[in-house]
C-alpha cells in the first residue's frame, strides 16, 4: 500500500485518480484496477476543499430525509435507506415462516414512520424494536425483541424487509457449508448473520428472498429459529445479520514437554491433537518434579464466504468460552497469524509448533486478570489488522500465551499460567471459539450483493496494509462465516 501512503503523507491533493464510494476511497493503480485505500489510524474519510474531511454519524434534517455530513446514506422518516440511486432498503413487519409449505405469515407491522435521536433511526411496536443505526460512512439494522413473544409459530420468526430492484439476486450462490433451497421464486440463501440473546449466546441467521410481482422490488425474510426463541433464549434477543464462523473439528493443540526454554520446546513437542476439544495456551511447572509443559493451540476458521476480498473487511474479534486457567501468575492469550498446516502430523509438528512463536501477533485477545471464571465468554478487542483473514478459503490463527511469545521466564516448578479454550471439535456448539467479522458488500461495481443490516465500513480512513498471500484472491465477498462441521 506504498502508493496510497504516499498519497497520504505527501500531497493528498494530487491524488488525481479517485473516487469516493461507501467502502471508504478507491484509488486507482497503473493498469487500470482500483484498490481500496482504508486507513484506520485516523478518523477522516474523504477529500474536500483541500484537506481531509471526516464524516458525521449524527443524523440530521435535509430536505425530508436524514443524514450526517459527508455520509452517501439517506434515511427517510419512514426508515428506508437510500444510497444513490442504487440502494433502498426497508423492514416493515416481522413473523413467522413454515419451511414445509414455503409460507409467511404475518405477526406484527412496524410503525410506517420513526424517531430520530442522535445517529440512531428507531421504530417500536410492542415487544420489537428496530433500529437504523448510522455510523458516518456506515449503516447497519438491529431488532431487538424485548420479551418472548406469545403464540410463536413455524419454523422461523422472521424480519421482512423490501429491498428495490435487483439487490437481491435469484440464482445459484456460491456457499460453504451453506445448502441453497430453491421453491419457486423463494430462494434460501446464505447464512446471515447471528441473534444474540441477552447471555451473549450466538445463532446463525437464514436468509429467504421472494420476488414480488411486478418486479420493482424483492421481499428480504431474515430469520432464526422458532425453537430457539422459545425454549433456549433469554431475553431481549437482538437480530444483527453478521456472520459468524465457528471453528473446525481439525483444530488442534500442540504440546511442548520439559523444554530448556520457550524456543527449544519444539524438539520436544511430542504431543499433540487433531481434534482438540481445547485450545492450549500457556505453560505449567508442575509441582512434585514432573516436567514443564507449554500449549499453544491452532484453529481453523472457514471464511470462504467473505466477499469483497480483505479490503471489505471493517471488523474482526475473536470470541470464546474459558474452559480451564491457571490461578498463580498474570498471563494473556495473544492471537497470532499464524498459517499452519492442517491437519497437524509427525511431519509438520515441529513446524507448526515453531510457527506459532514466530509469526506476526495480531491482538491480546484476554488477560487472566479478565478472564476470571472458567466457563465464562470473551470477546477481543478489534483485531485492527484484517490481513490474517483469508476470503478464499481457511483462516488459520494459534493461540500463544503471553509469557511463551513475549519470552518471559518458564514457569518454575508449582507456578502455573494458562488459559485453555473450548476448541471447535467441542460437543456442544454454542461453546467453540469463533470469529466475528464486520465486512461491507463488495467494493468493486460488478454485481450487487446483499448484506443483510447493512453493514457498512466504520467512520474514517482505514489502513489495510494487507500482507500479501498466495492462495489469496481479490475476487471474495465478506460476511462473517460460520463451520459447525
Same mark, same amino acid.
Given at each position: 500500500m506504498d502508493f496510497i501512503q504516499d498519497i497520504l503523507d505527501k500531497s493528498p491533493h494530487n491524488a488525481k485518480a479517485y473516487t469516493?464510494?461507501?467502502?471508504?476511497?478507491?484509488?486507482?493503480?497503473?493498469?487500470?484496477?482500483?484498490?481500496?485505500?482504508?486507513?484506520?489510524?485516523?478518523?477522516?474519510?474523504?477529500?474536500e476543499s483541500g484537506e481531509w474531511q471526516g464524516f458525521d454519524a449524527k443524523l440530521k434534517e435535509v430536505g425530508g430525509f436524514n443524514s450526517g455530513k459527508g455520509s452517501p446514506f439517506k434515511i427517510l422518516p419512514t426508515g428506508e435507506i437510500h444510497w444513490g440511486g442504487v440502494y433502498r432498503h426497508l423492514v416493515e413487519s416481522v413473523g413467522y415462516y413454515e419451511i414445509a409449505t414455503d409460507k409467511y405469515q404475518h405477526a406484527v407491522s412496524l410503525p410506517k414512520t420513526g424517531l430520530v435521536t442522535e445517529n440512531i433511526h428507531r421504530k417500536e411496536m410492542g415487544l420489537y424494536r428496530y433500529d437504523t443505526i448510522h455510523q458516518g460512512l456506515s449503516v447497519k439494522g438491529e431488532l431487538t425483541i424485548l420479551e418472548k413473544p406469545e403464540n410463536m409459530s413455524g419454523d422461523l420468526f422472521v424480519i421482512s424487509a423490501k429491498v428495490w430492484g435487483a439487490q437481491?439476486?435469484?440464482?445459484?450462490?456460491?456457499?460453504?457449508?451453506?445448502?441453497?433451497?430453491?421453491?419457486?421464486?423463494?430462494?434460501?440463501?446464505?447464512?446471515?448473520?447471528?441473534?444474540?440473546?441477552?447471555?451473549?449466546?450466538?445463532?446463525?441467521?437464514?436468509?429467504?428472498?421472494?420476488?414480488?410481482?411486478?418486479?420493482?422490488?424483492?421481499?428480504?425474510?431474515?430469520?432464526?429459529?422458532?425453537?430457539?426463541?422459545?425454549?433456549?433464549?433469554?431475553?431481549?434477543?437482538?437480530?444483527?445479520?453478521? /456472520?459468524?464462523?465457528?471453528?473446525? $473439528?481439525?483444530? #488442534? +493443540?500442540?504440546? =511442548?514437554?520439559?523444554?530448556?526454554?520457550?524456543?527449544?520446546?519444539?524438539?520436544?513437542?511430542?504431543?499433540?491433537?487433531?481434534?482438540?476439544?481445547?485450545?492450549?495456551?500457556?505453560n505449567a511447572g508442575y509441582a512434585g518434579g514432573d516436567p514443564k509443559v507449554i500449549w499453544r493451540g491452532y484453529a481453523v476458521f472457514d471464511t470462504s464466504a467473505i466477499t469483497g476480498g480483505v479490503e471489505a473487511i471493517q471488523g474482526v474479534t475473536i470470541t470464546g468460552k474459558l474452559k480451564t486457567r491457571g490461578d498463580t501468575s498474570l498471563v494473556a492469550t495473544y492471537v497470532v497469524d499464524a498459517d499452519w498446516e492442517e491437519p497437524v502430523s509427525g511431519a509438520n509438528r515441529e513446524a507448526?509448533?515453531?510457527?506459532?512463536?514466530?509469526?506476526?501477533? /495480531?491482538?491480546?485477545?484476554?488477560? $487472566?486478570?479478565? #478472564? +476470571?471464571?472458567? =466457563?465464562?465468554?470473551?470477546?477481543s478487542p478489534d483485531f485492527g489488522d484484517y490481513s490474517a483473514i483469508n476470503p478464499d478459503g481457511d483462516t488459520r490463527l494459534a493461540l500463544v500465551s503471553s509469557q511463551d511469545y513475549d519470552n518471559v521466564g518458564l514457569s518454575s516448578y508449582g507456578i502455573i499460567r494458562y488459559l485453555n479454550w473450548y476448541s471447535g471439535d467441542h460437543a456442544t456448539a454454542g461453546d467453540r471459539v469463533y470469529l466475528t467479522v464486520e465486512y461491507m458488500d463488495q467494493p468493486y461495481p460488478t454485481?450487487?450483493?446483499l448484506k443483510t443490516g447493512l453493514h457498512e465500513p466504520k467512520i474514517g480512513l482505514y489502513d489495510t496494509r494487507v500482507k500479501l498471500r498466495s492462495k489469496r484472491r481479490d475476487v471474495a465477498l465478506s460476511t462473517i462465516v460460520r463451520n459447525d462441521q
Open positions: 469516493i464510494s461507501k467502502h471508504g476511497i478507491l484509488f486507482d493503480r497503473p493498469g487500470g484496477r482500483s484498490k481500496v485505500g482504508q486507513f484506520y489510524s485516523s478518523p477522516i474519510a474523504y477529500f437481491l439476486p435469484l440464482g445459484k450462490f456460491k456457499e460453504d457449508g451453506f445448502e441453497h433451497v430453491e421453491n419457486g421464486k423463494r430462494l434460501r440463501i446464505f447464512g446471515g448473520g447471528i441473534a444474540m440473546d441477552a447471555r451473549g449466546v450466538p445463532i446463525p441467521v437464514q436468509m429467504y428472498v421472494v420476488d414480488m410481482p411486478p418486479p420493482v422490488f424483492r421481499q428480504l425474510l431474515i430469520g432464526v429459529p422458532v425453537s430457539w426463541l422459545d425454549t433456549a433464549a433469554e431475553y431481549p434477543v437482538t437480530i444483527d445479520p453478521t /456472520i459468524s464462523p465457528k471453528t473446525s $473439528s481439525n483444530d #488442534a +493443540t500442540i504440546t =511442548g514437554t520439559d523444554p530448556s526454554s520457550w524456543g527449544t520446546a519444539r524438539s520436544t513437542s511430542s504431543s499433540y491433537s487433531n481434534s482438540a476439544t481445547e485450545l492450549g495456551s500457556g507448526n509448533y515453531d510457527l506459532a512463536l514466530s509469526s506476526s501477533k /495480531i491482538i491480546e485477545w484476554v488477560d $487472566s486478570d479478565t #478472564a +476470571t471464571t472458567v =466457563g465464562s465468554v470473551y470477546t454485481a450487487i450483493v
